[in-house]
């Protein structure tokens, strides 16, 4: 004979991964890093924009990135050349990054004396939509050779984003991608999302990518100022 | 395939539950989560995950998973219609064409309920306990 104890108290199931994500943002918000989660399917150019965007900084920040790959360090060693201070995760088995594996890395030297941190995370448009890393902004790239049909087969990734980046413009010419058709998509996904039409390769869109980085990183720290200052009134 | 890291935190969840019940002998009978059609969850391939990963935690082996797929709801951009977002109509309302605005359902990823198991035996015990 046996009892049964019903459970019944609501518990999200990823609530564990948003933990780590809450610690890990509050511990960006202490030190002032302004964080963005760079995703997109592998090859969208991702590694290619960062770094475009490390040769054309000029000093302003300090930045340092975080590389998430399945296997193997190319990217890192691609952005190593750029002069910016890179980690790498290998995730093995997992196809995306989850919060505990920033966690880990929270104390490393380069992560503390930067500013700006651009997480890198594993090529796919499914599974690192589901785990948030503490991050402040996060950048969901688009390559036109993907097709413009994306935005509907995956449409999480596209709803919980703040920037999408329509990449390899450059090569208009040689596919069948409508820029206006796939704005179209992403803004029914998404209303309030930016959609930028950039090439990394010529440069082409890219100072306004630029300028939108540089006006994101003056704008998380004037917000983490007021709720410094709040704090400070309270007390 | 990030249903096994979703099938190893409902059995976190489970394991969780058992511990706070503090006897050695309960058992998961049944775990309930919801899941909204607008998160990135396969429910096949999450079961197919939750049942080889249950084998490795004596106390889940006979627990069975059983999922709730909420449809999404959602209103609309332009005149806050409520409707159902469907990807063969690349999510637009069907009134007056607009995008989603905000979704009202269809985001959850829930454990809603834990059936234990405890034996009778130590269930009496405890009560003793207690009072």
């Given at each position: 004979?046996?009892?049964?104890?019903?459970?019944?108290?609501?518990?999200?199931?990823?609530?564990k991964?948003?933990?780590?994500?809450?610690?890990?943002?509050?511990?960006?918000?202490?030190?002032?890093?302004?964080?963005?989660?760079?995703?997109?399917?592998?090859?969208?150019?991702?590694?290619?924009?960062?770094?475009?965007?490390?040769?054309?900084?000029?000093?302003?920040?300090?930045?340092?990135?975080?590389?998430?790959?399945?296997?193997?360090?190319?990217?890192?060693?691609?952005?190593?050349?750029?002069?910016?201070?890179?980690?790498?995760?290998?995730?093995g088995r997992s196809?995306?990054?989850?919060?505990?594996?920033?966690?880990?890395?929270?104390?490393?030297?380069?992560?503390?004396?930067?500013?700006?941190?651009?997480?890198?995370?594993?090529?796919?448009?499914?599974?690192?939509?589901?785990?948030?890393?503490?991050?402040?902004?996060?950048?969901?790239?688009?390559?036109?050779?993907?097709?413009?049909?994306?935005?509907?087969?995956?449409?999480?990734?596209?709803?919980?984003?703040?920037?999408?980046?329509?990449?390899?413009?450059?090569?208009?010419?040689?596919?069948?991608?409508?820029?206006?058709?796939?704005?179209?998509?992403?803004?029914?996904?998404?209303?309030?999302?930016?959609?930028?039409?950039?090439?990394?390769?010529?440069?082409?869109?890219?100072?306004?990518?630029?300028?939108?980085?540089?006006?994101?990183?003056?704008?998380?720290?004037?917000?983490?100022?007021?709720?410094?200052?709040?704090?400070?009134?309270?007390? | 395939m990030?249903e096994a890291a979703i099938a190893q935190s409902i059995i976190d969840i489970v394991l969780r539950r058992l511990a706070?019940?503090?006897?050695d002998?309960a058992k998961a009978q049944r775990v309930?989560?919801?899941?909204?059609?607008?998160?990135?969850?396969?429910?096949?391939s999450l079961a197919f995950a939750f049942e080889n990963m249950r084998e490795f935690y004596p106390e889940l082996t006979e627990c069975r998973l059983?999922?709730?797929?909420?449809?999404?709801?959602?209103?609309?951009?332009?005149?806050?219609?409520?409707?159902?977002?469907?990807?063969?109509?690349?999510?637009?309302?069907?009134?007056?064409?607009?995008?989603?605005?905000?979704?009202?359902?269809?985001?959850?990823?829930?454990?809603?309920?834990v059936?234990i198991?405890?034996?009778?035996?130590?269930?009496?015990?405890?009560?003793?306990?207690?009072?």
């Amino acid at each position: 004979m046996h009892e049964s104890a019903d459970e019944h108290a609501l518990e999200r199931i990823l609530g564990k991964n948003d933990e780590m994500a809450d610690h890990n943002r509050e511990h960006f918000r202490r030190s002032k890093t302004c964080v963005f989660n760079v995703m997109s399917a592998p090859g969208a150019g991702k590694t290619t924009v960062l770094e475009w965007t490390f040769r054309n900084l000029d000093g302003k920040f300090k930045p340092c990135v975080i590389e998430g790959d399945m296997v193997g360090n190319l990217d890192a060693d691609r952005i190593a050349k750029t002069g910016t201070p890179v980690y790498q995760i290998s995730t093995g088995r997992s196809c995306h990054l989850d919060a505990q594996m920033i966690t880990r890395l929270l104390h490393s030297e380069s992560v503390e004396k930067s500013d700006t941190i651009f997480i890198e995370n594993v090529g796919n448009l499914v599974c690192p939509a589901e785990f948030p890393l503490g991050e402040y902004k996060r950048i969901v790239l688009l390559s036109i050779t993907e097709g413009d049909d994306k935005p509907i087969k995956y449409p999480v990734i596209f709803r919980n984003c703040d920037l999408v980046l329509l990449t390899k413009c450059d090569l208009m010419e040689h596919v069948d991608f409508s820029l206006e058709e796939a704005e179209k998509r992403i803004l029914a996904i998404n209303p309030n999302v930016l959609v930028m039409h950039v090439s990394a390769k010529t440069g082409y869109g890219m100072e306004k990518w630029l300028a939108w980085i540089v006006r994101q990183i003056s704008e998380y720290q004037s917000e983490i100022k007021k709720i410094a200052h709040v704090h400070h009134s309270a007390h | 395939m990030h249903e096994a890291a979703i099938a190893q935190s409902i059995i976190d969840i489970v394991l969780r539950r058992l511990a706070s019940i503090r006897s050695d002998n309960a058992k998961a009978q049944r775990v309930s989560v919801i899941l909204g059609e607008f998160r990135n969850v396969e429910p096949e391939s999450l079961a197919f995950a939750f049942e080889n990963m249950r084998e490795f935690y004596p106390e889940l082996t006979e627990c069975r998973l059983d999922m709730e797929t909420i449809s999404a709801q959602a209103k609309c951009q332009k005149a806050q219609h409520l409707y159902h977002p469907e990807p063969t109509s690349f999510y637009l309302c069907p009134i007056c064409e607009s995008g989603i605005g905000c979704l009202i359902r269809g985001e959850e990823m829930d454990v809603v309920n834990v059936v234990i198991e405890i034996p009778k035996a130590e269930e009496e015990k405890r009560h003793a306990r207690i009072g």
